[in-house]
């Protein structure tokens, strides 16, 4: 079975500051990790995604992610935080095993402060 | 490029009605998926279809039931409604089957409140 887990249900930054959203993962097979963000009110956007091709994602909005597979972890990041990065953020994972559903985890609710 | 889209956007049901939520695959996209959000949750997996046919089921129950048609649009129908089925419902496609890593594009849901 897969399953994730972000640490931290709420994580709250100055603007300007490092974003780190933390996120393990557990599969049987490796995985394809995805990360979504969603606005309130609003469905969810990929953010980015990891399919072997490289450790290090880059995706949309200056976020980054970098699969360890030793640690079994996606970390999501970004070097300064904008206002406009203030939402819930999920990591996910679909194990090629598990037939087609996205495995979400908790989420995490950034909050940006002025 | 039209995106995925969801109708009703919102929706109040009675505990034993029974509701259909609709939604419109991305063009081109010939898979769709549906899930559950309850609120301060992560979404959960209810099922997937690809080309007319279900291609994986998360653990809900029967009462939960879908369709995919022709043109890859796609209903979802809850019968004998519970409390707790109140939740956001969203509806994601893709390409293909996302056993390989699809992408899967999400609309902006359905909010369905049970009273």
């Known amino acids: 079975a897969q399953s994730v887990t972000q640490l931290g249900s709420h994580v709250s930054v100055s603007e300007g500051a490092l974003v780190l959203l933390r996120c393990n993962y557990s599969s049987s097979v490796p995985p394809y990790l995805f990360w979504y963000v969603q606005y309130p009110n609003q469905g969810l956007q990929l953010l980015l995604k990891?399919?072997?091709?490289?450790?290090l994602v880059k995706g949309i909005n200056g976020f980054e992610a970098e699969f360890k597979k030793s640690e079994t972890s996606f970390h999501l990041t970004k070097p300064s935080a904008h206002m406009s990065d203030a939402a819930e953020y999920f990591c996910a994972v679909i194990g090629n095993n598990a037939g087609n559903m996205l495995t979400f985890g908790g989420g995490t609710r950034l909050m940006v402060k002025p | 490029e039209t995106g995925v889209t969801q109708s009703p956007t919102h929706l109040i049901k009675t505990r034993g009605q029974q509701v259909t939520l609709r939604c419109s695959s991305q063009?081109?996209?010939?898979?769709v998926s549906w899930y559950q959000q309850a609120l301060g949750q992560g979404p959960q997996f209810i099922f997937q279809y690809y080309r007319e046919e279900e291609n994986g089921r998360g653990n809900f129950p029967p009462r939960f039931s879908g369709l995919q048609f022709p043109n890859y649009s796609s209903e979802l129908n809850v019968n004998a409604l519970e409390l707790d089925d109140s939740a956001l419902y969203l509806c994601a496609s893709s390409p293909s089957r996302t056993g390989d890593g699809e992408t899967q594009y999400f609309g902006p849901g359905t909010r369905l409140l049970v009273l």
């Open positions: 063009s081109g996209h010939n898979t």
């Open positions: 990891y399919t072997s091709a490289a450790t």
